[in-house]
């Protein structure tokens, strides 16, 4: 079946580093998510990527779709101790939504 | 949004048992779902709980091992059956609202479920 693997596995960074972790799929995505889960919390909607080659940003986050629709990247500039957490990409496709496996954020002050 | 509760928030069961986990959301949705999240792992989708028909469970689970009833467009449970020290995770429910182009999916708190 298809699978969206995330790396990489973990990010260890100091503050106020920049963080980027990267969504590949072995098919054609019709769209990505991204989804933020803290520790000990549950997953939280961040935004969805629709078209081929679609930046969009959230403050600090960048999101993009790659041009052939099978990877994706999350960029975090200047990463504050609150963007502790694992990020998870996801498609959402015939009703259902599959994660991919997910990049853990620890940030050090 | 979604408000979405779930309960129990955790248990610590022994071998052989059954658990039932509910999950009640604020408003009707038509499709709830149910996913497991082992340690340290990212979340794997259980079934899809459609009220009115049987669920629609994914590749590696069994309706024999993980029931499901929706009863109603707020309500489902999920019970996992004849535990072992594997189903030990946290079970999320989940449901989708559209907004324009935009899915959005909304998870419950979860249950975290230790098996001994």
């Keep these: ?109 | 949004s979604a408000v979405i509760s779930q309960k129990p928030s955790r248990d610590i069961c022994q071998r052989g048992t059954s658990l039932t986990i509910q999950c009640q959301v604020d408003s009707q949705v038509t499709m709830m779902f149910w996913y497991r999240q082992q340690p340290g792992q990212s979340l794997t989708l259980i079934a899809t709980a459609n009220q009115g028909s049987e669920a629609t469970y994914e590749s590696g689970f069994v309706i024999d091992k993980f029931p499901i009833s929706r009863p109603n467009l707020t309500f489902s449970t999920l019970t996992v059956s004849n535990m072992s020290p594997e189903d030990s995770s946290i079970y999320l429910c989940s449901v989708v609202r559209t907004s324009g182009r935009t899915d959005t999916q909304y998870f419950g708190p979860g249950t975290r479920l230790t098996v001994l």
């Excluded at chain 1, 693997?5 to 998510?33: A, K, R, W």
């Excluded at chain 1, 790659?66 to 015939?94: P, R």
Aim: proline share 4%.
């Design chain 1, 1 to 109: 079946g298809q699978q969206v693997m995330q790396i990489p596995q973990y990010q260890h960074v100091q503050e106020g580093e920049d963080f980027t972790t990267y969504c590949n799929s072995s098919t054609t995505l019709s769209n990505i998510q991204w989804y933020k889960q803290r520790p000990g919390g549950h997953p939280v909607f961040l935004i969805q990527l629709v078209k081929s080659g679609e930046v969009k940003k959230q403050k600090r986050l960048t999101f993009q779709f790659g041009e052939a629709k099978k990877n994706s990247s999350l960029h975090i500039t200047a990463t504050q101790t609150t963007d502790v957490g694992t990020y998870f990409c996801a498609e959402y496709n015939t009703d259902k939504l599959i994660f991919g496996t997910g990049t853990r954020l620890q940030v050090f002050p």
